[in-house]
């Protein structure tokens, strides 16, 4: 007799989903949860918008005629650009605070605990922070056309100034995660948020470099805020803005776009550090 066996077929082999094709989906997810979460907390879209008004109005109407912003330039002019520029700074700070009161709440672990890369967890914040970001340069581009501001350049170059400051925001959101993550508390990291305001006011955002005192003209120069406040008031300003500035526009556009990635390479990686050394 000749015994049958009947063998197993081997069971087909499913191949993992691959990094990067789980690594968008899931980074929209959180981002998607994330922004849920600040249409659910209204008060922090309201309260950015209304403290953009009164900082745009105390600098238009109260100071804005003791500035003498160049030859031929209206203050209101000059000063939008910086205002609308610098709106990444103020309103990107709620992400430190918001970061870290997720870390306290146990939000990051839990989401660390899920079947999805590490690095869509802080990806997708980014990204709903930056949205928030958008929602504010929005606000503050139609409130500097209602004080009297006016593009003297094509509306393609206008697109291009909006669009820069999306990108300076996205990098800036990196540097306040960080600071959420390495602060420890929500109050923590709002104060060490603050100090990121000297960058705006020792710049170009709100008084010529020229005007400043010779020790530091430096430091306005050569810190990130200056030439992408430059370059936003270049491709907005059209050319009485570009015949004051010393450099042509595509000098501002190229060094804020180094200082852009330098910003993203830097505190991307430190914050990627912090998060994965968490337990």
């Not at 993992?16 to 907390?41: D, E, H, L, N």
């Amino acid at each position: 007799m000749t015994a049958l066996t009947n063998s197993a077929a081997p069971a087909p082999t499913v191949d993992p989903p691959r990094v990067g094709a789980r690594f968008w989906p899931s980074s929209a997810q959180v981002a998607q949860r994330t922004v849920r979460k600040f249409v659910r907390t209204p008060q922090l879209i309201v309260l950015a918008t209304v403290q953009s008004a009164v900082f745009l109005v105390v600098f238009r109407y109260i100071f804005g005629g003791a500035i003498n912003a160049g030859r031929g330039l209206g203050y209101v002019d000059f000063l939008v650009p910086g205002f609308v520029t610098t709106l990444i700074l103020f309103n990107g700070m709620s992400a430190a605070a918001g970061v870290a009161e997720d870390v306290e709440n146990g939000l990051f672990d839990r989401l660390r605990s899920l079947p999805i890369p590490r690095a869509a967890v802080l990806a997708g914040r980014g990204l709903a922070d930056t949205a928030l970001v958008v929602w504010g340069l929005f606000v503050g581009s139609a409130l500097g056309f209602a004080v009297g501001f006016r593009m003297h350049a094509s509306i393609g170059h206008g697109l291009a100034a909006f669009g820069l400051c999306v990108l300076y925001g996205f990098a800036f959101e990196w540097v306040f995660i960080a600071i959420g993550l390495l602060s420890g508390t929500a109050q923590a990291a709002q104060g060490m948020s603050v100090m990121m305001t000297l960058f705006v006011f020792v710049s170009s955002a709100y008084v010529p470099v020229a005007s400043m005192p010779g020790w530091l003209r430096p430091v306005a120069e050569h810190q990130p805020v200056t030439p992408m406040v430059d370059a936003v008031r270049a491709l907005a300003g059209g050319p009485r803005v570009q015949a004051l500035l010393p450099h042509p526009t595509t000098y501002y556009v190229w060094v804020s776009l180094v200082w852009t990635a330098g910003i993203i390479a830097v505190f991307a990686s430190l914050a990627a550090a912090r998060f994965s050394r968490r337990r």
